[in-house]
């Protein structure tokens, strides 16, 4: 049997904690040699997260829940342009950052939480960009709307830079290289 086609065993050693409307989300990730998450809590489906603000995915109940970006240019400046938009039945998602460290989220058009991310999201070994985020939620949600919207802010972040910064860190990173 090749090395290559066997299947490969991948344990979470790391965990967090976060508060949701019906109890404890436990956040499971490990940042070698992929960064992955698991998020589940109770009563709620597991969803498996592929952190990243620009490549992220997000997979629940083993099927690929596909996102898309507000928009796939690489010279969006605007915070309105990394709107995450996913698809989960009839049900529209968005993770909309407000600020540098602020997202809502929607379902429908509908806000059903706020995120509020740190600062340290954006340092240069950050893996994980939601990790540190933390949620304040609505009232009247499902186990589906919790995991989704948890899983969303793991995996995209919480809050965008805006046209200002963008432009500043390009130029910072162009001096640098």
């Given at each position: 049997?090749?090395?290559?086609?066997?299947?490969?065993?991948?344990?979470?050693?790391?965990?967090?904690?976060?508060?949701?409307?019906?109890?404890?989300?436990?956040?499971?990730?490990?940042?070698?040699?992929?960064?992955?998450?698991?998020?589940?809590?109770?009563?709620?489906?597991?969803?498996?997260?592929?952190?990243?603000?620009?490549?992220?995915?997000?997979?629940?109940?083993?099927?690929?829940?596909?996102?898309?970006?507000?928009?796939?240019?690489?010279?969006?400046?605007?915070?309105?342009?990394?709107?995450?938009?996913?698809?989960?039945?009839?049900?529209?998602?968005?993770?909309?950052?407000?600020?540098?460290?602020?997202?809502?989220?929607?379902?429908?058009?509908?806000?059903?939480?706020?995120?509020?991310?740190?600062?340290?999201?954006?340092?240069?070994?950050?893996?994980?960009?939601?990790?540190?985020?933390?949620l304040t939620w609505s009232h009247g949600l499902g186990r589906y709307d919790v995991a989704i919207g948890q899983a969303m802010v793991v995996a995209f972040g919480a809050?965008?830079?805006?046209?200002?910064?963008?432009?500043?860190?390009?130029?910072?990173?162009?001096?640098?290289?």
């Amino acid at each position: 049997m090749s090395i290559f086609s066997k299947r490969r065993t991948v344990r979470l050693s790391q965990h967090r904690t976060a508060e949701s409307p019906f109890g404890p989300i436990r956040i499971s990730y490990d940042r070698w040699p992929a960064v992955i998450a698991l998020v589940q809590g109770p009563g709620m489906p597991p969803v498996t997260v592929r952190p990243g603000r620009e490549h992220g995915w997000i997979k629940v109940d083993g099927q690929v829940i596909p996102t898309r970006r507000g928009s796939d240019s690489r010279w969006a400046l605007r915070r309105r342009t990394r709107t995450r938009t996913a698809v989960v039945g009839e049900r529209t998602y968005e993770l909309r950052p407000t600020g540098l460290c602020r997202a809502r989220i929607l379902r429908d058009g509908m806000p059903i939480a706020e995120a509020h991310g740190t600062l340290g999201a954006y340092g240069p070994l950050r893996s994980i960009p939601g990790i540190d985020a933390r949620l304040t939620w609505s009232h009247g949600l499902g186990r589906y709307d919790v995991a989704i919207g948890q899983a969303m802010v793991v995996a995209f972040g919480a809050g965008a830079p805006g046209a200002l910064a963008t432009i500043a860190s390009f130029w910072l990173d162009l001096i640098g290289s």
